[in-house]
Nanobody, 117 residues
Framework: QVQLVESGGGLVQPGGSLRLSCAAS????????MAWYRQVPGKQRDWVAS???????NYVDSVKGRFTISRDNARNTVILQMNSLTPEDTGVYYC???????????WGQGTQVTVSS
C-alpha cells in the first residue's frame, strides 16, 4: 500500500505562486507514474500535469508555461511549481501515483488551492 501526502496549498493572489509537494511512502517510488489533478466542486477531477518514471513530462494546455512538475526519487517526492496563478487555477489538487507493473493507482487526500484577491 502506498500513501501519498500532499502539502503546500493555500490562498494566493492572482499572479502569485505556490509550490505543491506530494510525498510518497514505499521504496519503489522511482518506477511510479506520477500526476497532479485538480477538482472544483460539482465537476470531475481533471488532469493537470504528469511525469513518467523516465522523466517524460506533459501538461494540460491551460498551465503550460506556468506550471512545472518535477520529481525527486531520492526523497520520494513530486513537486508542482505553480506560477502566474489565476482564479481559474482554484481547486483541490490531488496527487496520483500509478504502479503500472502492478496495475495499481493511489491517490492523496488533496490540498486546497485558492486564487483570489
Amino acid at each position: 500500500q502506498v500513501q501519498l501526502v500532499e502539502s503546500g496549498g493555500g490562498l494566493v493572489q492572482p499572479g502569485g505562486s505556490l509550490r505543491l509537494s506530494c510525498a510518497a511512502s514505499g521504496s519503489i517510488f522511482s518506477r511510479y507514474f506520477m500526476a497532479w489533478y485538480r477538482q472544483v466542486p460539482g465537476k470531475q477531477r481533471d488532469w493537470v500535469a504528469s511525469i513518467t518514471s523516465g522523466g517524460n513530462i506533459n501538461y494540460v494546455d491551460s498551465v503550460k508555461g506556468r506550471f512545472t512538475i518535477s520529481r525527486d526519487n531520492a526523497r520520494n517526492t513530486v513537486i508542482l511549481q505553480m506560477n502566474s496563478l489565476t482564479p481559474e487555477d482554484t481547486g483541490v489538487y490531488y496527487c496520483k501515483a500509478v504502479d503500472i507493473a502492478m496495475s495499481r493507482t493511489y491517490w492523496g487526500q488533496g490540498t486546497q488551492v485558492t486564487v483570489s484577491s
